[in-house]
């Protein structure tokens, strides 16, 4: 996987879950195939909360990493959860929706609009 990664100057990894009770996402970042720092977040209980939540903090982490790069030209944010990717591109009434409309306002907020050839600065969304 890191082989596929590496086409990508920047590439996030990112994940939400649960363990014995409790619920976290974590976010990895790496530039030039090199792991460059992470980020892991303690939710709560999951009484409280679920993995698909989380799954979408992730999404929040890697939009927080990214920013904190400088000169991004090309970057693969790699998501396991359809679900979360799904909920992303629609903003109706969902559980999470809060996290949802987080992530949108993290990606539209502070994004350096630059004039760029069309090969370059793709998002690309896996599942």
């Known amino acids: 996987m890191a082989a596929v990664a590496n086409r990508s100057e920047v590439s ?8 014995e ?3 976290g996402a974590a976010a990895v970042l790496y530039r030039g ?3 460059k720092w992470s980020i892991r977040k303690f939710m709560g209980s999951e009484e ?5 939540k989380a799954e979408l903090l992730g999404l929040s982490l890697a939009v ?3 920013k904190g790069e ?3 030209w090309s970057l693969t944010i790699w998501v396991d959860s359809q679900a979360a990717m799904h909920t992303i591109g629609h903003r109706r009434a969902i559980l999470g929706k809060y996290l949802v409309e987080a992530f949108h306002e993290q990606v539209c907020s502070g994004v350096e ?7 370059q600065g793709e998002v690309d969304a896996r599942t």
Request: glycine share 12%; charged share 30%; proline share 3%.
């Open 12 to 19: 996030v990894f990112l994940d939400g879950s649960g363990h």
């Open 21 to 23: 009770g409790s619920i």
């Open 33 to 35: 195939g090199e792991e």
């Open 48 to 52: 409280r909360h679920t993995v698909f």
């Open 64 to 66: 927080e990493m990214v």
């Open 70 to 72: 400088r000169q991004v």
């Open 113 to 119: 609009q630059t004039p760029r050839h069309r090969d």
